[in-house]
């Protein structure tokens, strides 16, 4: 059987005490990878941080690589769906924006997630894939929710025609203007309460004034 056919087997027969240990791997690796970034990273220290042996390590992920890659998507797959959570049959279409945009800055500014973006375009250029990863599971999935969104209050009569794709990351990039370039370079601290507050509202209103329903 082939290193990937024994992966896909151990994972096929996983139950909740594998799901439990996983867990436990990813959160030593999460430890070790920012504190140390991917290259300075070993899966010697994720096993220590880990509280698990190297063979154990090895059963669930084949290679550092294969680990940072999965615990890339998870975390930014989790971060998107907690976000993005929207109801189409919401029509305060005003209020389910400052909510996304407030949820979104409380989450972008915070360190961790500030570290985890520089350490992925760290790594990116010689390993494209964590960048796809990156992308897909976080900012890709986040983009296709809102479109959906978007879409149905487009078809209730609650907006105007657009291009909701592009809608859509006009509204994140919005939010993301004022913070997220000056945190990756280190410049100045994380927003206020009240900034941000601010800042998704007039994000809010810049949104709306480009999409809200003609005439208004």
Known sequence: MSTDSKTAATAAEAGPADTDKRRQILDGAREVFLASGFDGASMGAIAKAAGVSKGTLYVYFESKESLFEALTIEEKRSLAENICRLDHDDPDIAAVL????????????????IASVRMVIGAAEKFPRFGRAFYEAGPLLGRTRLRAYLDAQVAAG?????????????????????????????????????????WVAEAVRVFLAAYGPEGR
């Open 158 to 198: 609650r907006l105007r025609a657009m291009d909701s794709d592009l809608a859509a990351r006009h509204f994140f990039d919005l939010c993301a203007a004022t913070t997220m370039r000056r945190l990756l370079f280190a410049v100045g601290d994380p927003p206020t309460e009240a900034e941000t507050t601010y």
């Open 98 to 113: 400052r909510r996304l945009g407030t949820s979104l800055m409380e989450a972008m500014v915070r360190p961790d997630h």
